[in-house]
C-alpha cells in the first residue's frame, strides 16, 4: 500500500511521463512522484521489475496499491469520464487511432533520436538516417491533420493531444525542425498553453 | 460512401489485420474484406494513402463512409461495450495497458522477425540478434501473467488477448520457440478455440 495516493514512478526528462503527470493535473488527482532514472539503469533493478515487470517508466500505482503501467493506459484510465476523453464514439476511436500510432510511429522516430543526441552521447552520425526520415513523415501526417482542425482530434483537446505534444515539443532536442510545420508548431504552443506547461522551444 | 457495410482493407498475411476480422466476428458485424498487399506496396499508391495518410493495413471504413486505423483502435471501436472490454475500470485499464504494449514491445519484435524472414526474403544472419532477444522478454513477460491467470486479463477473453495472440501463434515463423513458454502455449490454444480460428502451430 502507498497511503491511499497516486504514486508515479517517472523519469522527468520522459515525454511518456510528463503525459501522465499533465493528465493527474488536469484531473486534478494528487500524486507522489517518484523520480526513476531509466537511461541510469533504475528500471532494470530487481525491485522495479517486481513492480514493472516489463522495466518502464512510467509506472503508476494507484491508490489502491495496484499497478498500472504504460503511459497512455495510464492516461485513459485517470481521465476516463472526462472532457479529455471525447464522448461521441467515432472521435473517441479517432482519439484511440492517434494513441496508438504515437507509440508505434511517432515515439520510435521522434522521442528515439532525442533520447539517443541528448542522454546516450550520440552524434548525427551514428544514428539512422531513415529515423530522420520516419520522424518528419509523422510531423507531416500531423501537419495535414492540424491544417484542417486546432486539435488532433476536432475542436477540442483530447489525450490524443496530450500524448502527441509530449515528444512533438522537443523535436527539436532530437534534431526536427518543427518551423516546416507551422500547423504543428502553431499546435503546439495551444496545447501547452492549454496544460499550463511552459515551452521547451528552442 | 460504401453502400453501408464496414470495410476493411487487409492484409491476410498480417497479423494486425486479423484482428479487425476476428472481431468484427465476434461481434457478428457484417464487413467487406479489402484484400491489400502491404508487402507488395498496395499501402503506399496515390489512392490508397488519400484514404489513410499513414499508408497502413489494417484501415477500416465504417459504414457511415468515415475512416478508421490502427488495428488496436479498431478493435475498441467494433467492441465497446460488449463482453470484449472489461467493465471494472481497473481491469479495463489492464486491457489497454496489454493493447499499447503489444504495439510497442510485441509486435516490433516478434511481428518484424516474422515479416522479414517470411515476406522479405531475409535470414536469420541478416537480422539484428537483438530482435530476438526482445520478443523472447516479450513472450516471457508473457508466460509471467498467464501462469498466474487464464487470460491476459483475469478469468475472460478480452481484447487484450486478442491483439497479443494475433503474432504470438505465429511466432515459430519468425524464429521463436514456443515450447519455451508452456503457458503462452496453452493460452494461445485456449484463444485459438474462443475465435473459432484454426491452429498455425509448426
Not at 514512478?9 to 499533465?22: F, T, V
Not at 487511432?97 to 542522454?119: D, T
Not at 538516417?129 to 483530447?158: F, H
Not at 518543427?178 to 498553453?193: D, H, I, K, M, Q
Request: glycine share 8%; charged share 20%.
Amino acid at each position: 500500500m502507498n497511503g491511499g495516493v497516486l504514486t508515479i514512478y517517472g523519469d522527468s526528462k520522459s515525454g511518456n511521463c510528463w503525459k501522465c503527470q499533465w493528465v493527474a493535473e488536469q484531473m486534478r488527482v494528487p500524486f507522489e512522484w517518484v523520480e526513476t532514472d531509466s537511461i541510469g539503469g533504475q528500471t532494470r533493478t530487481e525491485k522495479f521489475l517486481a513492480l514493472n515487470p516489463a522495466g518502464q517508466v512510467p509506472t503508476a500505482l494507484l491508490p489502491d496499491g495496484r499497478m498500472l503501467a504504460q503511459s497512455n493506459a495510464i492516461m485513459l484510465h485517470l481521465a476516463e469520464g472526462s472532457r479529455l476523453v471525447p464522448s461521441d464514439p467515432y472521435e473517441r476511436a479517432k482519439m484511440y487511432e492517434w494513441l496508438f500510432w504515437e507509440q508505434y510511429n511517432h515515439e520510435p522516430s521522434i522521442a528515439v533520436r532525442r533520447a539517443q543526441l541528448q542522454f546516450r552521447g550520440k552524434s548525427e552520425a551514428d544514428l539512422d538516417p531513415a529515423l530522420l526520415t520516419k520522424g518528419n513523415a509523422c510531423l507531416a501526417r500531423m501537419e495535414l491533420q492540424l491544417q484542417q482542425t486546432p486539435y488532433l482530434v476536432g475542436d477540442a483537446l483530447s489525450l490524443a493531444d496530450i500524448a502527441l505534444v509530449a515528444y512533438t515539443r522537443v523535436a527539436h532536442e532530437g534534431g526536427y525542425d518543427l518551423s516546416a510545420y507551422p500547423a504543428v508548431n502553431a499546435w503546439v504552443a495551444r496545447v501547452e498553453g492549454d496544460l499550463g506547461v511552459k515551452s521547451e522551444a528552442a
